[in-house]
């Protein structure tokens, strides 16, 4: 019988807000914004380009199967600009609550796995606590454990 087993845990890493901090992820953001639009004049792009060569290279006057093709590509682009859209939209709601964050809150930005020894005899509930790793502008200022 075994006396012991590693265990897994979640701990928050959660950062004090600081005009340091809010600038990194409004950086990060205007970079995923960036992205996002020219993954949108992309995908414009390569529709167009697509619909093109299916009209140049159907007969005159468009059979059914070309037409097909064409729909087919043009739900693609919509589907695909509708999910980059959604993106966009999130995007800019995250921006939107970055700038109304007060200097000093805290916020979490991410959840690690720990892994974690019991024994027995231990409170699994005690020992399964999260724990929570506290950072300033990328500094650890605290560890619970």
């Known amino acids: 019988m075994a006396e012991s087993i590693q265990l897994v845990r979640q701990v928050s890493v959660r950062?004090?807000?600081?005009?340091?901090?809010?600038t990194q992820v409004a950086s990060e953001i205007s970079r995923n914004l960036q992205q996002i639009d020219a993954e949108l004049q992309q995908l414009e792009f390569k529709g167009?380009?697509?619909?093109?060569d299916i009209e140049k290279r159907s007969v005159q006057p468009m059979g059914p199967d070309a037409k097909a093709q064409i729909e087919g590509i043009k739900a693609?682009?919509?589907?695909?600009?509708?999910?980059?859209?959604?993106?966009?939209?999130?995007m800019q709601g995250q921006s939107q609550a970055l700038t109304e964050l007060p200097i000093?809150?805290?916020?979490t930005q991410f959840t690690l796995e720990n892994?974690?020894?019991?024994?027995?005899?231990d409170n699994i509930f005690q020992r399964?606590?999260?724990g929570e790793i506290l950072i300033k502008d990328g500094i650890i200022q605290e560890i619970k454990a």
């Open 15 to 22: 950062t004090i807000v600081t005009e340091n901090f809010k």
């Open 48 to 52: 167009k380009r697509a619909i093109a």
């Open 76 to 90: 693609q682009v919509d589907a695909e600009k509708a999910r980059l859209g959604q993106m966009k939209e999130e």
């Open 104 to 107: 000093g809150s805290v916020v």
């Open 115 to 121: 892994p974690v020894e019991v024994r027995v005899g």
């Open 128 to 130: 399964l606590e999260g």
